[in-house]
């Protein structure tokens, strides 16, 4: 099959595109992805898997750590009847003997039929993408963007709101070096989402992922303290302050826990909001938050694999709808 330029927009065909970047997506685009997504969650709970993937292949290649990220995809790809090669520890593969990115995703692909990578490097996962033949979906690129994870999180959004037009959501945190809410903010602009952008000055929300969607009349507002936008939100989104991407562990260790979600602070909160991190957590959100109804972080693991599920479908021309 002939592949199409690597970030092609999805423009309603999934079939052998790449999944490399939020701004490839349509709302249309969104809406099949979520029919499949709920049409698959409703038959993996009645006959727990399918056979629509049966004798595909994924490989998944980790340069970076994963837990939720890589079993995710591949407890998608089984539910489906499908297999996986996972790599995560790449000191033990050739690429500690010194081959490129190119020739490791080249060679790996040549087993399968879809490849997932995460990389260390933002836009490493494109460079991939430009020599493989398979699909690429990128599982994560440095600082840059997270595709996979903001569509399980608007899943998510809409399954436990109910719909997604006109919320408040408020991204917590990292917002400079968290690659979810660039992936998520972009998403969230096609909803007329009023977005709050709550971080230290440190770690501000990076312009060239908020500029591209200026136009569209979104409120963006960027504040340092949660006090005052908690009342008004629908969403509060928390992420961790990512203290690999520091060169200075001082300056990690100043900002790590700027903000901390404890059942204190969410006395001010709507009682019908929700509390979403992208996990893992390390202090942000207090453990006594978890027995709130609010709280959606480990539900948003189970729509992840959902989601991933009919990403994967969908890229490999499958649908459990047909
Ligand atoms: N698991 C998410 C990611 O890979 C969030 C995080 O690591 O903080 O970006």
Redesign the pocket.
Known sequence: MQKKAIDAPINGDFTNKNILSIGQFSKKDIDILFNEAAATEKYVKKYDGTDLLKRKRLVNIFFEP?T??SSSFHFAMEAHGGSVKTIENVAFSSVAKGETLQDTVRALEQYAHVTVIRHSEMGAVSVAAEVAQNPIING?DGVGE?PT?ALLDLFTIKQRLGHLDGITVTMVGDLKN???VHSLAQLLSHYGATLNYVSPKELTMPKSYTDPFKHKGIAQLEHQTLSGVLPKTDVLYV??V?GERFLDPQEYERLKLTYTITPKVLKDAKKDMIIMH???RVGEIDTAVDSDPRAAYFEQMRYGMYVRMSLLALVLGRSIQK
């Open positions: 994963s939720r990220t994560g997270h994870q968290g690659r979810t992420t961790r990512q992208p996990l893992p």
